[in-house]
């Protein structure tokens, strides 16, 4: 059975950190396309950050460029999300995303308040 598992996820202050991971199973995750998406109350779900299958490209929403890391172990078949400088606006639940182009397979999320 396919999982996509995402951990890490909790309270912390403005300016604080946290290292968000997605534990995948049950299909060839190296050849997946990985994403990290996130969903604030009243907002429509976004792309934050996308890494190839290899590692060698990513992408980055504009809100969290230079903040935000993402990165993959394939030996490990996870995909984390370093946040970084965090801010009251990135408070939301955040969604792990797998594709391959004919089937996309997702995460069911992990809370992320940034709050004082």
């Known amino acids: 059975q396919v999982q996509l598992v995402e951990s890490g996820g909790g309270l912390v202050q403005p300016g604080g950190s946290l290292r968000l991971s997605c534990a995948a199973s049950g299909f060839m995750f190296s050849w997946y396309t990985m994403s990290w998406y996130r969903q604030a109350p009243g907002k429509e779900r976004e792309l934050v950050a996308v890494?190839?299958?290899?590692?060698?490209?990513?992408n980055y929403a504009d809100s969290v460029k230079g903040r935000f890391t993402i990165s993959r172990d394939n030996a490990k078949n996870t995909v984390y999300l370093q946040m970084n400088s965090l801010k009251p606006e990135d408070t939301a639940v955040y969604y792990c995303k797998a594709d391959r182009g004919r089937v996309d397979y997702w995460g069911q999320g992990t809370q992320v308040t940034v709050s004082s």
């Open positions: 890494i190839s299958s290899v590692g060698g490209s990513t």
